[in-house]
């Protein structure tokens, strides 16, 4: 590595990164690439859970008062969430639209149609659900259990002290899955599993508001917790938590 380089990932990590994704790409980087590793992270669950059918009857509002409405909520009563209304939130968050050309067509956008983020689901309070860590799976709306009971005091902990991820009948955990979108992109695929998180949270934000309910991006948290909670590999990173919930 040049000394420039390594004099900014010491002293900055954070424009390190944007540094070494610059196009064209420094030397040191251009030959960085993966295998894809799959559209699905391969987990002994403990168990699966086919979710029903989601529902479109149960958005209240159109696009226009959607986007009026949304907010950042931090604040929830204690009602349980139906998993009919867990399911529309999933689906229409980052479910699986079709298969083009061999690549998965998600609800939300993603450089190169390569899904770098994967879904986790801490349920804490919800109707036909047992408390537990799941791992969603969009190709068959599917859950996969893969941690019994509840984690919203663990949660609460490593996000340093959050009310909301304590309160929230359940929490949405979105993880960067760098390989996927390393396997074309190289370098810059930081960037663009940042980007693809974005649109992905940003789909939760507005779903939950059309369906009654209220979230908000939670960013501030250590990490070493939860990637063991979810048992991530080095090229997996937690980068968001989004407590769902009814609004006070």
């Known amino acids: 590595m040049s000394e420039e380089y390594f004099k900014v990932f010491h002293e900055d990590p954070g424009i390190a990164y944007h540094l070494v994704s610059k196009l064209p790409p420094p030397k040191e980087f251009y030959r960085i690439r993966y295998d894809h590793p799959g559209y699905l992270k391969k987990i ?54 079709r298969v083009e050309w061999g690549y998965p067509i998600r609800m939300f956008p993603s450089a190169g149609a390569l899904n770098s983020p994967d879904i986790y689901v801490a349920v804490d309070r919800v109707k036909g659900l047992d408390e537990g860590i799941y791992y969603y799976n969009p190709f068959k709306h599917r859950l996969m ?77 250590e990490d070493s917790p939860i990637e063991s909670l979810l048992d991530l590999d080095k090229h997996e990173f937690i980068l968001a938590i989004y407590p769902v919930g009814y609004r006070r």
Request: hydrophobic share 40%; aromatic share 12%.
């Open 44 to 97: 002994r669950g403990i168990k699966s859970i086919d979710l029903p059918k989601p529902d479109k009857t149960l958005f209240k509002y159109d696009l226009p008062s959607t986007l009026e409405y949304r907010e950042s909520v931090r604040d929830y009563i204690d009602k349980p969430i139906e998993l009919k209304v867990l399911s529309t939130l999933l689906y229409y968050t980052a479910g699986l639209k």
């Open 145 to 221: 259990l893969i941690r019994e009971g509840s984690f919203n005091r663990e949660l609460y902990k490593a996000s340093l002290y959050q009310d909301h991820v304590l309160n929230a009948p359940l929490n949405i955990l979105l993880v960067g899955v760098y390989k996927r979108t390393a396997s074309k992109y190289g370098a810059r695929s930081y960037r663009y599993v940042l980007l693809d998180v974005g649109h992905l949270g940003m789909n939760i934000y507005l779903v939950a508001t059309s369906l009654g309910l209220g979230t908000v991006c939670v960013g501030a948290f």
